[in-house]
């Protein structure tokens, strides 16, 4: 945040650059789950494909961010695109649910549980493995 | 469903910039004031819970417009707005540091949390 009325131009050039960062982060990652999401769609139809794809977009943010989290050094503008931008919106916390409550209401708890259970423990097993493949990346 | 075409692309990438922004301002904004950032990521998942519970009823009931809203709103800026990935690093460092009851706090707390506030905007826009 960079909002201190001391800093006046430097302070509000690096809260554009801050929001520039994300906001170019964010449109990769966000067409590139929705193109998840359509082939998914189309290779499986309906519900099973979104609930895959939707699976297979979170744990690969989740393995990226973990890479990201795993350089030594603060990177600030590297986590502002890559981390808060790219990752953040490739995955989705608002679909997954909405994807679980769908299961629920369909009547299919179980189907509901394991979609929970694989992407929580996939996801901490990707955060995982993304922060051993980010340290072999450090300099 | 229609084929993804460029300007369908358009409409996911226009709602996916004011969903991260907003949810690394607000995130940033509500940082000091809590006990742990990650109850700020929290409250961001819960709301887009909340909204994108509302929109989709909303357009299953009053038939609000078509594919593409849903994909600027809800693809776009609710899918950005909230995050997976954000979510499990910080719960990946609460266990990390071995604080157990805060993991389990935050993990249940999101996914029931979650839950409810889709059914509330689910039950909200059919009503």
């Known amino acids: 945040m960079a909002t201190s009325p001391t800093g006046g131009h430097a302070a509000l050039r690096r809260e554009a650059r801050d929001l520039l960062l994300v906001a170019t982060g964010a449109v990769p990652g966000a067409l590139l789950r929705w193109h998840l999401e359509d082939l998914g769609k189309g290779l499986m139809g309906g519900h099973a494909g979104l609930i895959e794809f939707d699976l297979i977009a979170n744990l690969l943010g989740t393995f990226l961010i973990g890479v990201i989290a795993a350089q030594p050094a603060p990177r600030p503008r590297l986590m502002l695109l890559g981390g808060i931008g790219f990752c953040g919106s490739l995955t989705t916390f608002s679909s997954w649910m909405l994807q679980i409550s769908l299961a629920l209401r369909r009547g299919r708890p179980d189907e509901a549980l394991i979609v929970v259970l694989i992407s929580l423990l996939g996801g901490l097993v990707a955060v995982s493995v993304g922060l051993v493949v980010g340290r072999w990346f450090r300099r | ?127």
């Open chain 2, 1 to 127: 469903m229609a084929a993804a075409g460029g300007n369908d692309a358009l409409f996911v990438a226009i709602g996916a910039v004011p969903g991260a922004l907003l949810r690394f301002r607000v995130i940033n904004h509500f940082e000091p004031m809590l006990p742990r950032k990650h109850w700020g990521t929290f409250g961001v998942n819960l709301i887009a819970c909340f909204a994108i519970g509302l929109l989709v009823s909303l357009q299953s009931s009053c038939g609000l417009a078509a594919g593409r809203t849903l994909l600027l709103l809800g693809t776009g800026f609710l899918g950005s707005f909230s995050t997976f990935s954000t979510w499990i690093a910080e719960l990946h460092a609460t266990l990390d540091r071995h604080q157990r009851r805060e993991a389990v706090l935050l993990c249940g707390g999101s996914v029931l949390g979650g839950l409810l506030a889709v059914a509330a905007g689910l039950a909200l826009g059919s009503s």
